[in-house]
């Protein structure tokens, strides 16, 4: 378990908050002007509020960072008796949303993020001002998502994991010790800044999975892809053209291969043609550890130029 004072050497700063709202001690990081719009920064797997790190201090002078971390992930505390599918994790969203009444909201979302982030947006449009998407799929409801999704599940290496632990039982036992195998599990899923390891970042990331109890959250977002669990949140015809009306951003590491571009960015491209998308050559699943400062710069003008 993370603690909640834990800055991993001073590289997260900021001071933790928690709310009950959704049922359990969640926490979120929350920086800037607090009558500023909304940046709700989401992430995926097995990556907490940290992946973050780099963006919230470029973001906070003129905005309201929200950094929260998913059931069973970072600071957030990991209930034994919850089940942790996707549509958990929208409802989770939904309630600090609505405790916290943010609104003129920016998704900013990484990995299974998306799903979750854009679920929020199909239950409250209203809400939501921008979508990002950073190596964050957009699943809303396209026709061949489905197509999409089986052919990435087919070329990717940590898919391929999954559909085969799940049928052999070891998803869980390998899960279930994530803190001893944290750097294979994030390798496999794709960061090409080798630099990055430290002891820092290997504690930052791993030392929240110190147990089997610890790793319900990670367990759940593989398991539910083996056994068909997740349910995307399909929007209302309203919500539909509400969200399509939005301004948006794509940023994309190409050498991601658990989500890989030639699969996802038509699904991006499919709710927002007019939005641009950024290619990052070089740049891994972990887009937001291979460049954050570039990210950081495109967000900030994305921001700027929609004001």
């Not at 001073?10 to 709202?21: I, N």
């Not at 800044?193 to 791993?206: E, K, M, Q, R, V």
């Not at 593989?222 to 309203?238: I, L, N, Y």
Request: charged share 15%; glycine share 10%.
């Amino acid at each position: 378990m993370t603690r909640p004072d834990d800055t991993f050497n001073g590289s997260f700063p900021f001071a933790p908050h928690f709310t009950d709202a959704p049922g359990f001690q969640m926490h979120y990081v929350d920086e800037g002007p607090r009558e500023a719009d909304v940046v709700l920064c989401l992430h995926g797997e097995p990556t907490w509020g940290y992946l973050f790190r780099h963006l919230v201090p470029v973001l906070s002078g003129a905005h309201r960072v929200i950094v929260p971390d998913h059931m069973g992930f970072g600071k957030s505390a990991t209930p034994q008796h919850r089940s942790y599918w996707l549509q958990d994790h929208i409802d989770n969203l939904e309630r600090l949303v609505l405790a916290l009444d943010l609104r003129n909201i920016t998704l900013v979302m990484h990995d299974f993020g998306g799903p979750v982030g854009m679920g929020l947006a199909a239950r409250h449009p209203g809400r939501i001002l921008r979508v990002v998407s950073a190596n964050g799929p957009v699943p809303f409801g396209q026709a061949d998502l489905f197509e999409r999704l089986t052919a990435n599940a087919g070329a990717s290496p940590w898919f391929q994991w999954i559909a085969k632990a799940g049928q052999d039982g070891s998803l869980e036992p390998v899960l279930g010790q994530l803190g001893f195998n944290i750097l294979s599990t994030l390798k496999l899923n794709g960061f090409e800044n080798h630099a990055l390891i430290t002891d820092t970042w290997l504690s930052a990331y791993g030392s929240r999975f110190a147990n089997p109890a610890d790793c319900l959250g990670v367990i759940g977002w593989a398991k539910g892809f083996a056994t068909g669990m997740h349910r995307f949140e399909t929007p209302g015809a309203a919500a539909g053209l509400a969200i399509r009306a939005k301004p948006a951003l794509a940023i994309w590491g190409t050498a991601d291969r658990t989500l890989q571009a030639e699969h996802f960015l038509p699904l991006f491209s499919e709710l927002f043609p007019a939005a641009p998308i950024h290619r990052l050559t070089g740049v891994g699943h972990y887009c937001l550890e291979d460049a954050p400062d570039e990210i950081a710069a495109l967000i900030l003008q994305f921001l700027r130029q929609t004001g």
